[in-house]
């Protein structure tokens, strides 16, 4: 855990020293342009989370293990605050860019809804007593959360946005060739795996509170039984 705290916070400090002070300024976006680092990692860190919750939601459901929740329920709550972080950093870079902070746009629209579908999820978990049947709706909401991720990366396919499509990730021929330049391209990388690592560690700090939340619950409910 200490290992993975150092690894983010020197990544983190030497991914901004490298952004803001070493590469140039975007021609046509100008300085508004560098939030990119941010937004761009947040969104696939964002996916990230709740694949995990999708993942130890169906586990869970097979299962019945609680380990599996508790992973599941520390995902959710990290890739919720990542994904708020998606859309204050995409709305940021929407008023220079497009001239508004927020248009109903497809790809916008789906990801606020995913965005409230998991602030209904923890909703629905205060909302519940019973930590077996918590669980299990939360589980059920998780797995339906996770189906708007492809409907929002596909978004900017299937209805017109003001969202580009994919260059991060865009592939030619049956081989990936990212439409962005090396001085761009590697930055982006490393400020995408720096993120992930983040996710990492506050997903085991998150787990490690709920274990140990959900431990204690139960040590006072043996002691007044």
Sequence with gaps: MLYLEWVS????????????????????????QKIMYLHVPSVITTYLAFFVVFIFSIAYLWKRELVFDQIAKASAEVGLVFCALVLLTGAIWGKPT??????????????LLLFLIFMGYFLLRMSVNDRDKEARLASVLGIIGFLDIPIIHKSVEWWRTLHQPSTLFKVESGQASPSISPELYYPLVASIIVMLVFYIYLLLLRYQTEKRTDRLNQLLADTQD
Excluded: H, M, N
């Design 9 to 32: 916070f020197l990544g983190l400090l030497g991914c901004g020293l490298w952004i803001f002070l070493k590469l140039p300024i975007e021609a046509s976006q100008g300085f508004p």
């Design 98 to 111: 497009w001239g508004t902070y927020w248009v109903w746009d497809a790809r916008l629209t789906t990801t």
